[in-house]
């Protein structure tokens, strides 16, 4: 499809990786697909675990059969929602001439963390945070860590000073949460504020 044919209002990176806090990965897709975003997921191997240990889903390890399971699951549009594997060097978020207009990594693990301020690009997820920083797009990094050591939170500062956003899973109370999907929806809606992509999902402070 040309270009300026594409339905989606724009393209957003996704990677699951081992930290805990799947729900909030898993909910940040389901609001990007219902915006009308396509979405690149990535998902790493401690990733998948975690989806298992703390949701039961039990994601598929080939990219095609993930990309088939998680678009059925968000009830994405042909197209929409497309999975890569961790070592497929030839994906469209590898590379500077094709990147995505921002990618979030969530939830973010520290090791993950540290990776990618060192620079290193031994997988797709950071090989595509990589390219994030390198072209000026944005990076959202929802850490989930506690407490966080000063190896972490020099990471933290060259990043930031990279141009990554830092955004340590730390939801607030003062919308007086009734439920864990209200948690959830409360660190997601602050993801996607920073997408700029509009969303329902919390009452404004001070509306």
Same mark, same amino acid.
């Given at each position: 499809?040309?270009?300026?044919m594409q339905?989606?209002?724009?393209?957003?990176?996704v990677?699951?990786?081992?930290?805990?806090?799947? &729900?909030?990965? &898993?909910?940040?897709?389901?609001?990007?697909?219902?915006?009308?975003?396509r979405?690149?997921?990535?998902v790493?191997?401690?990733?998948?675990?975690?989806?298992?240990?703390e949701?039961? !889903?039990e994601?598929?390890?080939?990219?095609?059969e993930?990309?088939?399971f998680?678009s059925e699951?968000?009830?994405?549009?042909?197209?929409?929602?497309?999975?890569?594997?961790?070592?497929e060097?030839?994906a469209?978020?590898?590379?500077?001439?094709?990147?995505?207009?921002?990618?979030?990594?969530?939830?973010?693990?520290?090791g993950?963390?540290?990776r990618?301020?060192?620079?290193?690009?031994?997988?797709?997820?950071?090989?595509a945070?990589?390219?994030?920083?390198?072209?000026?797009?944005k990076?959202?990094?929802?850490?989930?860590?506690?407490?966080?050591?000063? !190896? /972490? &939170?020099?990471?933290?500062l060259r990043?930031?000073?990279?141009?990554?956003?830092i955004?340590?899973?730390?939801?607030?109370?003062?919308s007086?949460?009734?439920?864990?999907?209200?948690?959830?929806?409360f660190?997601?809606?602050?993801?996607?504020? /920073? &997408?700029d992509?509009?969303?329902?999902?919390?009452?404004?402070?001070?509306?």
């Open positions: 499809m040309p270009l300026s339905p989606w209002t724009k393209t957003i990176t990677a699951f990786t081992g930290a805990s806090g799947a &729900l909030y990965g &898993l909910r940040l897709v389901e609001c990007l697909i219902q915006a009308g975003v979405v690149y997921l990535l790493s191997q401690a990733g998948q675990v975690v989806l298992r240990m949701t039961g !889903i994601a598929p390890s080939r990219p095609a993930a990309e088939s998680f699951r968000f009830g994405a549009q042909p197209g929409q929602l497309q999975v890569f594997g961790r070592q060097w030839t469209p978020v590898a590379s500077g001439s094709n990147p995505a207009e921002a990618m979030v990594i969530c939830p973010c693990t520290t993950t963390l540290g990618i301020a060192a620079g290193l690009s031994d997988s797709l997820i950071e090989r945070a990589d390219v994030a920083l390198k072209e000026r797009r990076l959202i990094l929802v850490v989930r860590e506690t407490p966080f050591s000063t !190896i /972490h &939170l020099e990471n933290m990043l930031a000073q990279a141009g990554a956003v955004m340590p899973a730390n939801p607030g109370f003062y007086h949460p009734q439920s864990l999907d209200d948690i959830v929806d660190m997601v809606a602050r993801v996607l504020d /920073h &997408l992509v509009p969303h329902d999902l919390m009452r404004r402070w001070g509306a």
